[in-house]
């Protein structure tokens, strides 16, 4: 048995190592064929893999447009007292709206924002003319509170100033805006505050088309007031023709020509020139008169320097707009020369002032028709005023 396990243990162990030989080179043939068989990456593959960097990848991001601007706010001229007063009353009006802060805190380009001082294009009326839109029509110092009916123009010259009262109205203001611009006059328009607030497109109308404004007070109305119920109703006014316009204007004509309610007193402290008129064409009387009696009116009255009333608001004047082509061409057949009142102050005699410009202090001027008859109600606007 000795010599059996002797001659048989080198055969057993070269057995066993040739199988694991064949064991291994089976298992690299395997290997080898299973690398072979899978895809390879192309160079141009292997080009487009980037390597990554140590700086971060710098980016310019986009600008964030505000949601909400603070609207912008007109400042009057510091110069006007008038104007002054204007823009105290529009910051009782003014809403400041809070800026939005960006969500995201990372380096971004910000938007240039504009001045808050620039015009809104959401005001509560309208949109506010650009600061090159702006109008002034003051009033020469020798004129400042008083109160006028008529002047004696340099050198006797035919000039006549045509003047309008309680608009700015839908209809009639329009017509009778055609029919100035039609014959080339610039006229005067007192506006009353309520009025304006509803037509803001008429009112730019008017300016646009080189006519002059007054203050007409916000309410229209003939009762006694204290001075701060007056200031309210002048400054309020002014305030909205600014808002609306861009116009600041030292010219004031009170409701009814009335003069000793408290109205009249605050314009002249404050240095508006108190407008009356010296033609009355009672287009505003207790009876409605026909085209041809209102013409008649006023020519039978015209002369040199002197201030005509008429009525573009406050009710129905749909006689006004027939008379008035007639007036302006029998005017001009008589030689005169329209004008506003600021170019109506302007040609006036400086010497002798004393006969055509009162001083406004103890004065009354109340028309003796002051109330007109109510119109049909399909006519009478329901904030419908005579005067």
């Not at 040739?18 to 690299?28: K, P, R, S």
């Not at 003939?222 to 002048?234: L, N, T, V």
């Amino acid at each position: 048995m000795a010599d059996w396990r002797e001659k048989e243990k080198p055969t057993g162990l070269l057995t066993r190592q040739l199988t694991f030989i064949a064991i291994v080179t089976l298992t690299a043939l395997i290997v080898n064929k299973i690398i072979k068989s899978s895809p390879q990456p192309s160079p141009q593959h292997l080009s487009a893999i980037e390597v990554p960097q140590d700086k971060p990848v710098h980016q310019q991001l986009p600008s964030v447009e505000p949601e909400n601007l603070p609207p912008r706010e007109i400042i009057p001229p510091g110069s006007s007292a008038i104007a002054e007063r204007a823009h105290a009353s529009l910051e009782r009006i003014h809403l400041a709206i809070a800026p939005i802060a960006p969500s995201n805190p990372v380096h971004q380009q910000l938007p240039i924002v504009e001045p808050e001082n620039s015009p809104s294009e959401t005001t509560l009326w309208a949109i506010a003319p650009s600061p090159a839109a702006e109008k002034t029509f003051p009033v020469p110092t020798e004129y400042q509170g008083k109160t006028i009916y008529q002047v004696k123009p340099k050198h006797q010259e035919k000039v006549i100033a045509l003047t309008f009262d309680d608009g700015p109205w839908g209809k009639t203001t329009l017509q009778v805006l055609d029919i100035l611009k039609k014959n080339d006059i610039k006229a005067t328009f007192f506006w009353v505050g309520e009025q304006l607030q509803s037509y803001p497109a008429v009112a730019r109308r008017v300016v646009a088309e080189g006519h002059a404004i007054g203050n007409h007070t916000w309410h229209h109305s003939y009762r006694q007031m204290d001075e701060a119920r007056a200031a309210k109703e002048i400054d309020d006014t002014a305030a909205l023709i600014y808002k609306t316009t861009g116009v600041t204007t030292s010219y004031f004509r009170p409701p009814g020509g009335i003069l000793q309610n408290g109205l009249a007193a605050y314009a002249q402290k404050n240095n508006y020139a108190v407008m009356m008129w010296s033609i009355n064409s009672v287009d505003s009387s207790r009876h409605r008169l026909a085209a041809p009696k209102l013409v008649k009116n006023i020519l039978k009255s015209a002369f040199p320097g002197s201030i005509v009333l008429l009525h573009d608001g406050g009710g129905n004047h749909s006689t006004t707009v027939q008379a008035l082509p007639q007036i302006v061409e029998k005017l001009k057949k008589q030689g005169y020369k329209f004008v506003t009142l600021p170019e109506l102050l302007q040609n006036q005699e400086t010497t002798d002032a004393t006969d055509s410009v009162s001083t406004g202090e103890v004065e009354t001027q109340i028309p003796t028709l002051l109330e007109e008859i109510p119109h049909p109600s399909a006519e009478q606007p329901e904030n419908h005023f005579p005067g």
